[in-house]
């Protein structure tokens, strides 16, 4: 493997050679089109859209996280973070994916407001040993908001307003927002969410940062490896920026062939939170109802996530003989870093062949069956390695589908730095829960519940 890099595979993607993949001549001749969406990415550079990718070079953000790492890590013993969605999914990915065993801090995530989850863990954890990281780019997330009061009222119950103040963290905006506000009036420590940055983009900054550099994460290589490969990506050549060929080749399946349904499927048990981040990426970035220009089109990839070689035994039979509307990514290990062999089993002939085989070979040999019973039914999937799961690696993992996001953005003509569905969605919920001002979308939900024709009771 070249430079020990990061590796993406289309040659399964392109017909003739698979015959349901993306015509060959439409991928080459792709140059002209290509040149309008590096044209339009740059333009969203020089408007600032583009921030996630200055993150990796953001010398300050680095040395806040890393001095509040310092300063946490001699006090207590575990971190909690309290964040839902882009405040929570990266930072649950790096500390899955690399976090030393053990920990230099047990790190738990709060993101859903399941009461038995969050009774559970707060009765679970020792609070005297315990920093609470709450993230939040508006300060007003919903879901945070509601996690944040229960924290405060018990660390200020047991702690006073010293003891709770010293135990909690508040990532959000730096100059504005309600947390910002609370936290400057109750004396609470901050780290910069940055304002031109969004949340499913925030993973390198202090967002995703903190958590995983407490957690024992070597986040300097995390941000080398994020520079390699958005030096890779700085080229306007389609096949020669892995980026732009991700979102090229994701955009041709749609738009060719009709494989609307994007499947990354990851061969590491460690690699499960980031394909959780990446269906909340695609999602968000892609699924808009207007176009740039303001037209109604209602465009989107549906993103789907799924672990090998459990699979195998399940989605495997839908990809291979049902609906032909998916493209398959499957993201696979080299070295895992571990090594179990089954033992001999001479006296078990009916499994002999095993004896001896490494658990990484045969996790191996499960990819390479999906993939080879896709080819053969006519069925495209690409495949994404990495050399080994490390930090430097996931860096460039990270900033690949970021690049590829931004890059499928311009491709298809829409913002992929909004997201006008999910703030509806926030503005319903505000009303639900009372939020003066929001009464208006309240009432929506009221008169929508009135009709209750088609409602068994």
């Known amino acids: 493997m070249a430079d020990n890099r990061l590796v993406l595979d289309i040659q399964r993607s392109v017909a003739p050679r698979v015959p349901g993949g993306v015509p060959e001549d439409r991928l080459v001749g792709m140059a002209q089109a290509a040149t309008r969406a590096f044209q339009q990415v740059a333009q969203w550079r020089d408007d600032g859209k583009l921030s996630f990718a200055k993150l990796p070079n953001d010398r300050v953000l680095l040395e806040q996280t890393q001095q509040m790492v310092k300063a946490v890590r001699g006090q207590f013993r575990e971190l909690v973070v309290v964040g839902i969605g882009g405040a929570s999914l990266g930072a649950r990915m790096l500390c899955t994916a690399l976090a030393p065993k053990p920990a230099a801090m047990k790190v738990h995530f709060v993101d859903n407001v399941d009461p038995r989850t969050v009774g559970e863990l707060f009765g679970r954890i020792d609070p005297m040993a315990t920093v609470f990281n709450v993230v939040s780019k508006s300060g007003s997330t919903l879901e945070t908001t509601a996690h944040f009061l229960v924290l405060r009222d018990l660390l200020r119950g047991r702690f006073g307003k010293k003891g709770y103040a010293e135990r909690v963290i508040v990532t959000t905006d730096p100059d504005s927002g309600p947390l910002h506000a609370i936290a400057e009036r109750e004396g609470l420590r901050t780290l910069t969410f940055p304002k031109d940055v969004g949340g499913r983009f925030s993973v390198l900054s202090p967002a995703g940062l903190f958590p995983a550099a407490a957690a024992g994460v070597d986040i300097n290589a995390l941000l080398d490896g994020a520079r390699a490969m958005m030096d890779r990506c700085s080229t306007d050549t389609v096949l020669s920026n892995p980026a732009a060929l991700l979102a090229t080749v994701h955009y041709l399946a749609d738009r060719e062939v009709n494989r609307r349904v994007n499947v990354l499927w990851s061969y590491s048990d460690a690699l499960r939170p980031f394909t959780e981040w990446y269906i909340q990426l695609w999602a968000q970035s892609l699924g808009k109802r207007l176009s740039l220009n303001g037209t109604e089109i209602h465009n989107g990839l549906t993103p789907l996530a799924c672990t090998g070689a459990q699979e195998q035994h399940g989605l495997l039979q839908l ?139």
């Open 319 to 457: 990809l291979v003989e049902g609906p032909e509307d998916k493209l398959v990514t499957f993201l696979s290990v080299l070295d895992h870093q571990a090594h179990l062999e089954a033992p001999p089993a001479q006296d078990v002939p009916e499994f002999g062949f095993l004896g001896g085989m490494d658990f990484g070979a045969v996790l191996e040999a499960g990819r390479r069956s999906s993939e080879l019973a896709l080819q053969e039914v006519g069925r495209p999937s690409l495949r994404i390695t990495l050399p080994v799961l490390n930090a430097r690696a996931m860096g460039e993992l990270i900033h690949l589908y970021e690049h590829a996001a931004a890059f499928a953005g311009a491709l298809y003509g829409v913002d992929p730095f909004d997201q006008p569905g999910v703030e509806e969605g926030k503005k319903i919920g505000f009303g639900l829960m009372g939020r003066k001002g929001f009464e208006p979308f309240a009432e929506k939900v009221r008169q929508s519940d009135q009709n209750s024709r088609w409602r068994l009771t």
